[in-house]
């Protein structure tokens, strides 16, 4: 030990001491934390605390003990020689908070419009005591003068908002959601944390006097102007999202942990689902639970809803959010305020999130006006999903009624039964490994991105129920499920064939996406294979439009920008991407948590177009409240599935024929010894074995340096492929030799436990 530790230590010694009233009150801790620039978190961590410990020695409610309380109040020392108090004493907890002093060094905050703040309509309730009024939410810029307003008391309440100076650096600037609307002033979310702080887009803070949770929602709905505007005129304006951390949940009676882990909500008779009864607020079916919606119905055509996310029970599940839960609520919210202005404002899961931006960028009705009478009435939207309508039985889950009354529940159905669009699952087998092959070095993975939303690009899907048809001539234009044969066509044996999950290649007729038999076409048509489409039955849609464009076109750029954001851009090089690409998650987690988000918002919106009963008490055969929705469209997640894996299938033949040497001969498909395949196939990964650790040692590029047109192109858009991972080629080996699939743990990882 040197001797200034030795000092230190003895000075730590004698802090031990001090009693409890020479720290700075609870106000002024704060306003140093905020003054330096440092986050609860960082501090907790350095004093081996929680966050909340140190929420609530700055609220008040607790104090540090020793041996922490020495060096908290060591740090609290030197914080106060670096940023003295420049105005009055601070006010004690019991009171509220005024603004915070900004750092010396701290950039000027952004200041709000010259206008006047637009005033929340009058939602016909009055306020609980003790409300802040509209005025006391007006953000201020750095040394403007506000009037305190007046509570009903009489009591002069210092200003209930107020900017908070940045916490670390930001390293990419994120464009906050635009007030579009006088009622969404303050953005699409906020995070609520244990000492009443709000925390919302743009630095601003508001102070929730809110006690209870029937308080709160009155308290947001009247006075904290939050919401986002509609995503398509015919639309709805999104509902405010407030998030509860864990010193909030407790704040307001919630438990710890839910104890229903099935139903995931709280009991009919706990204290707050019934304190809501009694103010007249109500839930959805799914109760009071990760994600409750507590509304009143619509009066005067004025929405009356609030959702509520209670992140100690999960809310931001770490496999889309990563570890968003456990960041700083500013953090928090700058996560989420980004995605909600990208996306969507999330109601649930980034799956449930999905499929809701389906339906906000084409809702299914709009106002009509009757060119006989004048008055308005509700129209079909065109180009939308109007209705819930029935599958065909081979798009039907077994347990559904279409299903059902077909097959005995326990009926193993063939694939001449049941349409089987999934995404790949395929491995070579180990004997067809070429000796070339068992030569290199290194088993490369490649991925490509937002498979499913690039296949998602300008499909037509249908729009209407299926039609039956017995014998049909094959249409690549009508959307549907076909009864095909397509045994005959014969692909190199190394190859994944495309038109099954397993790669395997079918035995006979099965079931089909269009988009499936349509490559078949394709195949048949470009190689002159002596092979005829003819399909036994179909279920097409009379129909039918590209659907999902506004989806893709709103998740697209809101992926490209995100990934902008963080470094990765689409006019870099393949060297530059590959190098951007190996550290652009560390350089913002905020930025790289908005991308895994994204991310499971594309895979779980398309998972949802079939979703399954979640109920225990569901009888088999019986209807499920999913199946009430127009979004519930198998076939449309299967169109989009089929899509992906034969994009897949192209890019891989594209490559294969653009690295051997001769051409692949007319009337069959089979490549050279040398033709670059890959060894295994996860979704939308794919791994090739290589003499070089890079995607760039292995991957065909024309004479003039140009990647293969029609192969896997390197880059950041949609449909573009980057480095997954790799691995020594005996790992890659030994896991084929067992039957395992190498691209599941490319990256050194499960990639289903990844979310990948």
Request: charged residues 20%.
């Amino acid at each position: 030990m040197t001797y200034q530790n030795e000092l230190f230590s003895a000075v730590d010694a004698l802090l031990e001491q001090v009693a409890q009233d020479d720290l700075p009150s609870p106000a002024e801790r704060k306003r140093l934390r905020e003054a330096a620039g440092l986050s609860q978190a960082q501090i907790a961590m350095a004093l081996g605390t929680r966050r909340e410990a140190v929420g609530n020695w700055e609220a008040g409610r607790t104090e540090p003990r020793p041996p922490k309380r020495a060096a908290y109040a060591r740090l609290l020392e030197g914080l106060i020689a670096r940023f003295p108090a420049t105005g009055t004493t601070a006010p004690e907890p019991t009171e509220t908070p005024v603004a915070v002093t900004d750092a010396p060094t701290a950039p000027e905050p952004k200041a709000m419009p010259a206008a006047a703040p637009p005033q929340p309509v009058s939602t016909g309730r009055s306020a609980e005591p003790g409300f802040a009024t509209a005025s006391q939410h007006t953000p201020r810029s750095k040394g403007a003068t506000a009037m305190a307003p007046v509570g009903r008391s009489g009591a002069i309440r210092p200003p209930a908002s107020r900017r908070a100076a940045p916490k670390r650096p930001i390293h990419k600037p994120v464009a906050a959601p635009s007030a579009v609307d006088g009622h969404f002033t303050n953005g699409p979310v906020g995070v609520l944390d244990g000492d009443g702080s709000l925390y919302c887009v743009d630095s601003l803070i508001l102070d929730c006097p809110a006690k209870t949770i029937s308080a709160l929602v009155e308290w947001v709905l009247s006075e904290a102007q939050l919401g986002a505007a509609r995503l398509h005129p015919s639309g709805k304006d999104a509902d405010p999202l407030i998030v509860l951390t864990t010193a909030a949940a407790e704040r307001f009676g919630l438990p710890e942990r839910l104890e229903d882990r099935r139903g995931l909500r709280l009991p009919e008779d706990h204290k707050v689902v019934k304190q809501l009864a009694r103010a007249r607020w109500h839930l959805t079916k799914r109760g009071f639970g990760p994600w409750a919606r507590v509304y009143r119905p619509t009066e005067g055509g004025r929405r009356q809803c609030v959702q509520l996310a209670v992140l100690p029970w999960g809310a931001l599940d770490t496999r889309s959010w990563g570890s968003t839960d456990q960041m700083e609520p500013a953090d928090i919210v700058r996560v989420l305020g980004t995605y909600a202005s990208r996306v969507i404002t999330p109601c649930g899961s980034t799956a449930v999130s999905g499929l809701e931006a389906m339906t906000a960028l084409r809702p299914p009705t709009r106002a009509v006006r009757d060119e006989r009478t004048g008055d308005w009435a509700s129209g079909p939207v065109p180009g939308s999903l109007t209705a819930a309508v029935d599958p065909a039985p081979a798009e039907a889950p077994d347990e559904h009624p279409v299903a059902a009354a077909l097959y005995p529940r326990g009926h193993q159905r063939t694939v001449a039964e049941v349409l089987d669009e999934e995404a790949y699952d395929w491995i070579r087998d180990p004997q067809l490994l070429t000796d070339a092959e068992c030569e290199q070095t290194f088993a490369v993975g490649i991925d490509v991105n937002t498979a499913f939303l690039a296949a998602a690009n300008r499909l037509v899907v249908g729009l209407s129920g299926p039609v039956h048809v017995k014998a049909p001539t094959f249409n690549k234009t009508t959307p549907g499920s076909w009864l095909v044969d397509l045994s005959g066509i014969g692909l190199d044996p190394r190859l994944p064939n495309p038109f099954t999950p397993h790669g395997i290649r079918p035995d006979g007729p099965a079931w089909y996406a269009t988009p499936t038999v349509a490559y078949a076409q394709e195949l048949i048509d470009t190689f002159h294979l002596p092979v005829q489409i003819r399909p036994l039955e179909a279920w097409i849609r009379t129909r039918s439009g590209p659907y999902l464009d506004p989806w893709y076109k709103r998740i697209g750029e809101a992926y490209k920008a995100t990934m902008a954001d963080l470094g990765v851009t689409s006019d870099l090089s393949e060297t530059e991407f590959l190098d951007a690409m190996e550290h652009h998650k560390a350089s913002d987690p905020a930025l790289a948590a908005v991308l895994s988000a994204m991310k499971s918002t594309v895979k779980g919106g398309i998972g949802k177009l079939r979703e399954r009963p979640k109920s225990i008490k569901h009888q088999y055969g019986k209807r499920w409240p999913a199946l009430e929705r127009p979004t519930w469209r198998p076939d449309i997640r299967a169109a989009v599935i089929s899509t992906a894996r034969v994009n897949m299938h192209r890019k891989i033949l594209k490559t294969a024929l653009a690295s051997q040497q001769a051409s692949a001969p007319s009337g069959h498909l089979t490549l050279d010894q040398d033709a670059l395949l890959p060894v295994a196939l996860l979704s939308d990964c794919a791994v090739y074995f290589s003499d070089g650790p890079s995607p760039l040692d292995f991957l065909p590029h024309t004479t003039d340096g140009m990647p293969t047109r029609g192969g896997f192109l390197l880059g950041v858009s949609p449909g573009m492929v980057k480095h997954e991972g790799t691995q020594e080629l005996l790992w890659a080996m030994q896991m084929l030799d067992e039957g395992r699939n190498p691209a599941r743990h490319i990256k050194g990882i499960d990639a289903a436990l990844d979310g990948e």
